[in-house]
């Protein structure tokens, strides 16, 4: 079955990097977009960041920008995101998805907590 597995997230000081994976199984990864979402308490999941199958088109949040990269390894079935100058308003569960973006997510991971804090 899809199974969408992710890792690397923590508590880290305000300005500090942390980087997310997502490992892949049960679909043909290299025919699909990938999206990283979250969401912060009380707050509607949003849309972090996408990337199209081969990697060669991204798409960011403005509220990431600059600060956030997605990329791939269809080699090794995983996404990953590199968040860079972490702020408090970062803090989240980060959630890795099948699809987004250009077309409805149909499955998620089971999230990554991120904390910003200092």
């Known amino acids: 079955q899809v199974q969408l597995v992710e890792s690397g997230g923590g508590l880290v000081q305000p300005g500090e990097s942390l980087r997310l994976s997502c490992a892949a199984s049960?679909?043909?990864?290299?025919?699909?977009?990938m999206s990283w979402y979250r969401q912060a308490s009380g707050k509607e999941r949003e849309l972090v960041a996408a990337?199209?199958?081969?990697?060669?088109?991204?798409k960011y949040a403005d509220s990431v920008k600059g600060r956030f990269t997605i990329s791939r390894d269809n080699l090794k079935n995983s996404v990953y995101l590199q968040m860079n100058s972490l702020k408090p308003e970062d803090t989240a569960v980060y959630y890795c998805s099948k699809l987004g973006y250009w077309a409805p997510a149909d499955t998620w991971g089971q999230g990554t907590q991120v904390t910003v804090s200092s």
């Open positions: 990337i199209t199958s081969t990697g060669a088109l991204k």
């Open positions: 049960g679909f043909t990864f290299t025919r699909y977009s």
